[in-house]
């Protein structure tokens, strides 16, 4: 039995795309930009999180050509999609703005729509043209236009067009989201050199200036040659590039840094191409970044397709990928956001899936008709995203809270025979079983889990990591009670910091102004979604002083002093004084009385005045001590 590791991160983009951020921020949801794909020929798919159906236009658009681009709101509403030369809205409605876009329909990979961060309806569409031969034209280069779907009432319209950044570029054109969770970057390949152009797109638009990064082959401008030909990649993880010269007939890899738009290092790959007449024309990576495909064509024989598998993190080589001998060549490459890999085979009513590209070798299990699309056919390309849309965790969890279970759900569940869980917790070893098992962490901390799919009698490994937050404090010290003294006002503090507050009576605030005894709780949630409560028992202090005694010796009503409470009470002190203001007796201990006398000596009947001090104990109210003045009558 064979056993394969990959190793995959979890990451709370959860954040990591802020234009996936939805109203409900406890659960993960996977970026749905790329939901909607339309291509040729008139052909289309619908991404959900029930799964992916063929969702083809009603109107013939997109009949013929190879690249296409299209974007979808977080919600995976379809906004807009191109061509490279035209743009439609979603009711597929062609949006007028003059000349066409100078981008080519026939380019490989012919353009890629943007959005403009904080401007939900503001996209950019970056294209590439074809390269012409010297006698019939000169390429437009590299431009983007700009689209407000704002405007005529969300019908859209390109309100600036086909501003040139480059003069010449290969027809390579790929993205990915920036570092920093927010910006963008659209890198192209400069036209007779080895430069890589990277465009920022920020809040404030394009940034027409590059990073420009010369690395790997030069591709030559000669259009005999086609060097310019072939489609690039960026990995999900935006930490890897890769191309496919269909004129050089070889693939090259490069460090990608997506926090500077950089390219680095350099690959050249060699896939094992058995005559003359092939060549390379497609690169995909792997969901986890650990794979990269690879199309090989035949132009001359259309039954002589490749597809190929480079395992990255091993450096093991190529390994072949059978296809069914056919007249349609293994064309484009896309990944989706269930994890799977699909593949264009020119002119035929199907799309092949790739149904566990992070598997190695054919254990990826390539499924040659894995998408009927019914009376629609495809050609040479699959629509072009933003690839960081599809930076989705293998595993996702929905709780990640001490002392809650955390239910695991697999994000690519075909080809399971069995999955068995190890949720490397000390505290809790009970392994899990089954494609979406629940278990309840011991601690708060960092978990290293392992997943095993078996299939076919192999096991593959996915290894990630899961950290369960610890519960917010306690908002009440101990005691869990209070008191409060008759006429003030105790405000209880829930606690600094917490994303919501409820109290007993429904308000929402971090304070809650005590006025009267009774039970009084809260419930609250951190900005991790972890939630816990607290209550606290206010007891009412009623420090009472009798009005007259008479210590005659017959045992009832012998001594002056307080009542009440004495737990409730700390600081005490109880003086007595005679009219002329005299002290006749005072104590600080609250169970000792007055016995009426001065000295050992007995004093007469009469009106005598007393003073009363004490604080309070847990009274965060500050109202400092509680002070009395009264009168008490001696009777003999």
């Given at each position: 039995m064979k056993s394969f590791s990959i190793l995959a991160f979890l990451t709370l983009?959860?954040?990591?795309?802020?234009?996936?951020?939805?109203?409900?921020?406890?659960?993960?949801?996977?970026?749905?930009?790329?939901?909607?794909?339309?291509?040729?020929?008139?052909a289309g798919l619908k991404f959900s999180d029930a799964g992916v159906?063929?969702?083809?236009?009603?109107?013939?658009?997109?009949?013929?050509?190879?690249?296409?681009?299209a974007i979808s709101d977080a919600d995976g509403n379809l906004i807009t999609f191109s061509d490279g030369m035209r743009v439609w809205n979603s009711t597929e409605n062609l949006i007028n703005f003059?000349?066409?876009?100078?981008?080519?329909?026939?380019?490989?990979?012919?353009?890629?729509?943007?959005?403009?961060?904080?401007?939900?309806?503001?996209?950019?569409?970056?294209?590439?043209?074809?390269?012409?031969?010297?006698?019939?034209?000169?390429?437009?280069?590299?431009?983007?236009?700009?689209?407000d779907m704002s405007i005529s009432n969300n019908y859209g319209a390109v309100t600036d067009h086909n501003r040139n950044l480059l003069s010449g570029c290969t027809e390579m054109l790929t993205g990915v989201q920036h570092g920093n969770g927010t910006d963008y970057w659209v890198l192209t390949h400069g036209l007779g050199s080895n430069n890589f152009y990277a465009y920022e797109i920020t809040d404030a638009g394009v940034d027409e200036t590059p990073v420009q990064s010369s690395a790997g082959s030069v591709l030559s401008a000669d259009y005999d040659l086609r060097e310019y030909l072939g489609a690039m990649k960026i990995s999900a993880q935006g930490d890897k590039v890769a191309f496919a010269s269909f004129g050089t007939g070889t693939v090259e890899l490069f460090s990608f840094d997506n926090?500077?738009?950089?390219?680095?290092?350099?690959?050249?790959?060699?896939?094992?191409?058995?005559?003359?007449?092939?060549?390379?024309?497609?690169?995909?990576?792997?969901?986890?970044?650990?794979?990269?495909?690879?199309?090989?064509?035949?132009?001359?024989?259309?039954?002589?397709?490749?597809?190929?598998?480079?395992?990255?993190?091993?450096?093991?080589?190529?390994?072949?990928?059978?296809?069914a001998p056919d007249e349609a060549d293994v064309s484009a490459l896309q990944l989706g956001r269930d994890g799977k890999i699909y593949v264009s085979r020119v002119n035929r009513n199907f799309l092949g899936v790739i149904e566990n590209p992070n598997r190695p070798g054919?254990?990826?299990?390539?499924?040659?008709?894995?998408?009927?699309?019914?009376?629609?056919?495809?050609?040479?390309?699959?629509?072009?995203?933003?690839?960081?849309?599809?930076?989705?965790?293998?595993?996702?969890?929905?709780?990640?809270?001490?002392?809650?279970?955390?239910?695991?759900?697999?994000?690519?569940?075909?080809?399971?025979?069995?999955?068995?869980?190890?949720?490397?917790?000390?505290?809790?070893?009970?392994?899990?079983?089954?494609?979406?098992?629940?278990?309840?962490?011991?601690?708060?901390?960092?978990?290293?889990?392992?997943?095993?799919?078996?299939?076919?009698?192999?096991?593959?490994?996915?290894?990630?990591?899961?950290?369960?937050?610890?519960?917010?404090?306690?908002?009440?010290?101990?005691?869990?009670?209070?008191?409060?003294?008759?006429?003030?006002?105790?405000?209880?503090?829930?606690?600094?910091?917490?994303?919501?507050?409820?109290?007993?009576?429904?308000?929402?605030?971090?304070?809650?102004?005590?006025?009267?005894?009774?039970?009084?709780?809260?419930?609250?949630?951190?900005?991790?979604?972890?939630?816990?409560?607290?209550?606290?028992?206010?007891?009412?202090?009623?420090?009472?002083?009798?009005?007259?005694?008479?210590?005659?010796?017959?045992?009832?009503?012998?001594?002056?002093?307080?009542?009440?409470?004495?737990?409730?009470i700390e600081d005490y002190s109880l003086a007595v004084f005679d009219r002329w203001g005299m002290v006749l007796w005072e104590t600080t201990d609250f169970a000792e009385g007055w016995d009426g006398k001065f000295k050992g000596a007995v004093l007469p009947s009469g009106v005598y005045t007393w003073n009363m001090a004490f604080n309070v104990k847990g009274n965060i109210s500050k109202i400092g001590k509680v002070k009395y003045r009264g009168y008490v009558t001696l009777l003999r």
């Open positions: 983009f959860l954040t990591g795309f802020a234009i996936a951020q939805t109203p409900n921020r406890c659960s993960y949801v996977p970026p749905r930009q790329a939901d909607n794909w339309l291509f040729y020929q008139s159906s063929v969702n083809n236009p009603v109107n013939n658009i997109l009949p013929v050509g190879k690249g296409s681009s003059g000349p066409n876009l100078s981008g080519n329909l026939g380019s490989t990979q012919s353009s890629i729509i943007v959005p403009r961060p904080g401007s939900p309806q503001v996209f950019y569409i970056f294209t590439t043209d074809i390269v012409y031969p010297a006698e019939i034209g000169v390429t437009k280069g590299f431009n983007y236009s700009r689209i926090q500077t738009g950089r390219v680095s290092g350099g690959q050249v790959l060699n896939p094992p191409i058995t005559s003359p007449s092939h060549s390379v024309y497609y690169v995909e990576f792997s969901p986890d970044g650990t794979k990269l495909y690879v199309t090989v064509v035949n132009p001359t024989n259309g039954r002589d397709n490749h597809l190929f598998q480079y395992d990255i993190a091993s450096g093991s080589g190529f390994v072949e990928i059978n296809v054919t254990a990826c299990n390539y499924n040659e008709t894995g998408i009927d699309l019914g009376t629609k056919k495809t050609q040479n390309g699959l629509p072009n995203f933003i690839q960081s849309f599809f930076n989705i965790p293998p595993v996702d969890y929905d709780t990640k809270c001490e002392g809650d279970a955390t239910t695991f759900r697999i994000l690519n569940e075909s080809n399971i025979d069995q999955a068995t869980w190890d949720f490397g917790d000390p505290g809790n070893t009970t392994p899990g079983t089954g494609l979406n098992p629940s278990h309840v962490f011991s601690a708060p901390g960092d978990y290293t889990v392992t997943l095993t799919e078996t299939f076919n009698s192999q096991n593959f490994n996915t290894i990630f990591q899961v950290h369960i937050d610890a519960l917010p404090p306690k908002s009440f010290l101990p005691p869990d009670y209070r008191y409060i003294y008759p006429g003030s006002v105790i405000p209880l503090d829930a606690g600094a910091d917490m994303y919501s507050y409820l109290w007993q009576d429904g308000s929402i605030n971090r304070y809650f102004e005590v006025s009267q005894e009774g039970l009084y709780t809260v419930e609250y949630e951190d900005i991790r979604c972890c939630k816990n409560s607290d209550s606290l028992q206010i007891i009412a202090l009623d420090i009472k002083l009798p009005t007259a005694f008479t210590p005659n010796g017959d045992n009832l009503n012998e001594i002056f002093k307080a009542i009440g409470p004495t737990e409730g």
